[in-house]
């Protein structure tokens, strides 16, 4: 796992601006111990768990651990769940935009997957990896340094050009940030490796 004193930071300015103790001890902790610990699926506060196929919560599992315990615990602090549905995710009904295997409400902090019989592993992996990432960017970004920032803009000009994912910078973030604690890391640069391990 990536480790770094830029999360050290992050958390404790998270932890501040959360000005709940039980937060703050659990970053601080977290954030001291100086090694990110991979999370476990029974760290996530789960909706609809008990009806997956144990292939599918196997899946689950795999992919959770693919991402710092610090970040799924603050997801469950934040009171947030991830939800599992079964089939494809539809916003607005499906009326122009395209169903997805997964959504982060930003309000609550939800996170939706769709589970579906005829889906790979990794891409449950994937999907979990990727809805994290808007979570993560959604907590840490008012935190970016402007170089950070650019840093990001420069990926999103970049990767745009090959993943339709790449909408703007929110989604190209959660887009590196699955291939980041995915199987894509290599296709990464340094830089992009130090803005996301930062992030966290």
């Not at 929110?170 to 890391?185: C, D, K, N, Q």
Request: net charge negative.
């Amino acid at each position: 796992m990536k480790t770094g004193f830029t999360r050290f930071g992050r958390f404790i300015r998270m932890a501040k601006q959360a000005a709940a103790p039980t937060v703050m001890a659990c970053m601080l902790s977290a954030a001291a111990a100086g090694t990110a610990q991979a999370a476990q699926a029974e760290d996530v506060r789960k909706q609809g768990w008990e009806a997956l196929p144990e292939d599918k919560k196997e899946a689950f599992r795999e992919g959770i651990k693919q991402i710092p315990d610090e970040v799924v615990e603050l997801h469950r602090l934040e009171g947030a769940r991830v939800v599992f549905v079964d089939g494809l995710l539809c916003p607005n009904g499906g009326d122009g935009d395209p169903c997805v295997k997964g959504l982060y409400w930003h309000d609550d902090k939800k996170i939706e997957l769709a589970i579906s019989s005829n889906w790979s592993n990794s891409e449950i992996s994937t999907a979990a990896a990727h809805e994290f990432g808007h979570f993560l960017y959604f907590q840490t970004y008012i935190f970016w340094t402007e170089e950070e920032k650019a840093q990001l803009a420069a990926e999103y000009n970049y990767w745009k050009q090959y993943s339709y994912d790449c909408t703007d910078i929110e989604e190209t973030f959660a887009v590196l940030y699955s291939m980041y604690r995915g199987s894509g890391e290599q296709y990464l640069s340094d830089a992009c490796k130090a803005m996301l391990g930062g992030a966290e």
